[in-house]
């Protein structure tokens, strides 16, 4: 197992589903932290080879100003969102279900 489990339960403890925070103070914290991610304070992170890049990218005419982290040299690119998106995203958030939705 990789956490300590009663030894009564190995064999069910990966299946079986507790209750983890009895006074919602918990779910209050998550909850706050998921309302941070914002498009405003997100970021995205895409890998891929230079060349698939470049072939995506040129077929709009694009030219890409890559950049090398300090360290090891590793090629990488950063752009913004576009406005369109951004706008999009701000309108139309994503929400969480509550508890009640759920059951």
């Known amino acids: 197992m990789t956490w ?3 030894r ?3 064999l ?7 209750e983890w925070d009895d ?3 918990g779910e209050k914290e998550i909850r706050d932290t998921l309302n941070t991610l914002t498009i405003d304070e997100g970021r995205a992170v895409v890998m891929a080879r230079p060349d698939e890049l470049q072939r ?3 077929a709009e005419g694009k030219t890409l ?6 360290w090891y040299g590793t090629k990488y690119l950063v752009e913004r969102f576009d406005e369109e998106f951004v706008s999009k ?3 139309n ?3 969480c279900a509550t508890a009640s939705q759920l059951f």
């Open 23 to 25: 006074s919602g103070e």
């Open 12 to 18: 069910s403890s990966a299946q079986l589903v507790s």
């Open 89 to 91: 995203v701000r309108t």
């Open 65 to 70: 100003d890559w950049e090398s982290e300090p």
């Open 93 to 95: 958030p994503i929400r």
């Open 8 to 10: 009564d339960s190995v």
């Open 56 to 58: 995506v990218f040129g």
């Open 4 to 6: 300590p489990v009663e």
